[in-house]
Nanobody
Framework: QVHLVESGGGLVQPGGSLRLSCATSWFSLEDDDTGWLCQVPGKEREGIACISSSDGRAYYPDSVKGRFTISRDNAKNTVYLQMNSLKPEDTAVYYC?????????????????????WGQGIQVTVSS
């Protein structure tokens, strides 16, 4: 079982910033495409960022483009999600995910069903 551990969530005011971290001691994140996804009650898990293992390129949906940045620190074996200009609608549980389906030939995805391993999730609340 893969153990991904998210940290850095919490309560932040609208317009504020948070940085989420995803770490594991089980394998090298450098070798696996890693995504961040979020979920609110009653809705499906939504992909918000993905970083490719092959070339380090990052992918985002339009809803967070320009506000969120995914990055990887290979020395710390950690993937980060820097979230700026946060809005109340960003309130959700955020998950780190790896083990991208081998059928995804592009090496990235924003679809929850394409990932096979998940962290436990961490709450982010944007509220004044």
């Amino acid at each position: 079982q893969v153990h991904l551990v998210e940290s850095g969530g919490g309560l932040v005011q609208p317009g504020g910033s948070l940085r989420l971290s995803c770490a594991t001691s089980w394998f090298s994140l450098e070798d696996d495409d890693t995504g961040w996804l979020c979920q609110v009650p009653g809705k499906e898990r939504e992909g918000i960022a993905c970083i490719s293992s092959s070339d380090g390129r990052a992918y985002y949906p339009d809803s967070v483009k320009g506000r969120f940045t995914i990055s990887r620190d290979n020395a710390k074996n950690t993937v980060y999600l820097q979230m700026n200009s946060l809005k109340p609608e960003d309130t959700a549980v955020y998950y780190c995910a790896t083990d991208l389906s081998p059928y995804i030939v592009d090496g990235w995805s924003l679809v929850a069903g394409d990932f096979g391993s998940w962290g436990q999730g961490i709450q982010v609340t944007v509220s004044s």
